[in-house]
């Protein structure tokens, strides 16, 4: 079975540039979850999708949005690019949503990730 | 607001057996989950607690007492590929949300 992929690997933009970053999930997954990774923050939850719905969210400002089609695939798009946004950006699939799965943790599996760079 | 410690860095002998701590202030506690993170790899989930007591997974067992805030990771039979980060992790429930807040990750260098 193949893996979460994430479209593309590496990324260079401009500060006030707007980027599309793309995660294909395993297949029969309908969960995808998206973080941001720092140096200095560390791992950091964006945004959770479920059929095609945002299940949770993280504490990032309104620039970081996202969406999921009816493949399950996920788009996550970050509007006026901030130095601060070049990061390593994963996604993460799972079979079940968060909220279904509170006793028994639904496993997720990470992609190799984005990593962009805001210049 | 949330609140994980776990330490920065570790190091311990090929074979031996190795504990990593994670304490935690949160509300809404959902779950506490471990992951694995080689340098320059995604992370790979380990563990996860949401009741207290000790899961065991091969040479990988973690522990939680929710009174205390308080997780362990403990890895036995240490081999040199153990070397990664290892990510303490904690869910709550907020507004109707479920939000994991991880720790900044413990550096564990296995040596011969």
């Known amino acids: 079975k193949a893996g979460v992929t994430q479209t593309p690997r590496y990324l260079i933009k401009t500060r006030g540039q707007q980027v599309t970053l793309s995660c294909s999930p395993i297949s029969g997954h309908r969960s995808v979850s998206w973080y941001q990774q720092t140096p200095g923050q560390g791992l950091q939850f964006l945004f959770e999708y479920f059929s095609e719905t945002q299940r949770n969210k993280g504490n990032f400002p309104g620039r970081f949005s996202g969406r999921q089609f009816s493949n399950s695939r996920s788009e996550m798009n970050v509007s006026t690019l901030e130095l601060g946004d070049s990061a390593l950006y994963l996604c993460?699939?799972?079979?079940?949503?968060?909220?279904?799965?509170?006793?028994?943790?639904?496993?997720?599996?990470f992609g190799p990730g984005t990593r962009l760079t805001v210049l | 607001g949330q609140n994980i410690d776990q330490p920065t860095e570790m190091t311990a002998t090929e074979g031996a057996i190795v504990q990593i701590n994670c304490t935690y202030q949160?509300?809404?506690?959902?779950?506490l989950f471990w992951y694995q993170q080689h340098a320059g790899e995604a992370p790979t989930f380990l563990s996860y607690?949401?009741?207290?007591g000790l899961e065991e997974k091969g040479r990988f067992s973690s522990f939680l007492s929710r009174s205390k805030g308080y997780s362990y990771l403990l890895l036995k039979e240490l081999q040199m590929k153990d070397s990664a980060s290892y990510l303490c992790a904690v869910r709550s429930a907020s507004g109707g949300s479920y939000i994991p807040t991880f720790g900044r990750g413990t550096s564990l260098i296995v040596h011969p």
């Open positions: 949160t509300s809404g506690f959902n779950g």
């Open positions: 607690n949401v009741l207290d």
């Open positions: 993460a699939s799972s079979f079940q949503d968060t909220r279904s799965s509170r006793l028994a943790y639904n496993e997720q599996f």
